[in-house]
């Protein structure tokens, strides 16, 4: 016979799984610190001793980690994505710089198409906040915050893409931005009117969203990271024509 003695699942297993699937789906992030247990317990409906069991099967396979005296927070799952080696080569080779536009382009074309079909109504929500935010940030000299909610504008459209394995590695592409791997994105935001292009561009994506216009979402952040590609490539030649311009300067003043 097919069939087998159904087992009382612990308590404990059944903590694990609901934090399995909130660090899965993105929802606590790398580097988050869970509430106390105390609190936690609470919230779960769990005795402090299958909490603990569970926190220790979750620390065991790398996914919690225990500071001292700080508490309980999610591991740098991230970290793993690229070697230290490979970030290094990635940084000392400019081809990599656009074949990572290109990666972006054409997996981020994808999520808003995703997002668009697939998006509950409070994830748009969410990715119109967050451009909302963008919108009073570009209102600022400084383009810090601009830079920073660029990101997260990004990366709410792949999470309402609801496609966890994207998420993830992508997550960890952002990472290696944020770290200046391969360029400095607020050098982008340095310019007044590059600052508007952009804004219009993401103000583009929202709307095709927003409209659930899968092909329109995804035509936007395509023209966006082709206007990222070409603006950068731009930059690179600027600045490789001014180290000539010193040369040249310096020669005649010493002729």
């Known amino acids: 016979m097919p069939y087998t003695r159904i087992q009382t699942e612990k308590l404990s297993q059944s903590v694990v799984r609901q934090i399995e699937q909130l660090i899965l789906r993105g929802i606590l992030r790398p580097g988050e610190r869970l509430p ?127 496609n966890v394995i994207m998420l993830h590695m992508m997550r960890s592409m952002y990472d290696l931005l944020r770290q200046g791997v391969f360029y400095n994105r607020q050098m982008m935001f340095r310019n007044r009117t590059t600052r508007g292009m952009l804004l219009d561009q993401h103000r583009a994506i929202n709307v095709g969203l927003q409209a659930r216009d899968p092909q329109a979402a995804r035509a936007a952040v395509e023209a966006h990271l082709t206007y990222v590609e070409l603006s950068l490539a731009d930059q690179i030649k600027a600045e490789r024509n001014e180290v000539i311009a010193q040369q040249r300067f310096e020669h005649e003043r010493t002729r």
Request: hydrophobic share 45%.
């Open 36 to 162: 106390s247990e105390r609190e936690l317990s609470d919230r779960m409906g769990v005795s402090r001793p299958s909490l603990r069991d569970a926190v220790a099967d979750l620390q065991a396979r790398g996914l919690l980690i225990s500071r001292a005296g700080a508490g309980i927070y999610v591991a740098e799952v991230l970290g793993s994505a690229f070697s230290d080696a490979l970030v290094q080569l990635f940084a000392s080779h400019e081809e990599a710089v656009f074949d990572y536009i290109a990666f972006r382009r054409d997996m981020e074309g994808l999520a808003a198409e995703r997002a668009a079909r697939l998006a509950s109504d409070t994830d748009l929500k969410v990715v119109d906040a967050i451009f909302q935010k963008m919108e009073a940030a570009h209102l600022k000299r400084d383009p810090t915050d601009e830079a920073g909610l660029d990101a997260e504008f990004h990366l709410s459209i792949i999470e309402a893409s609801h």
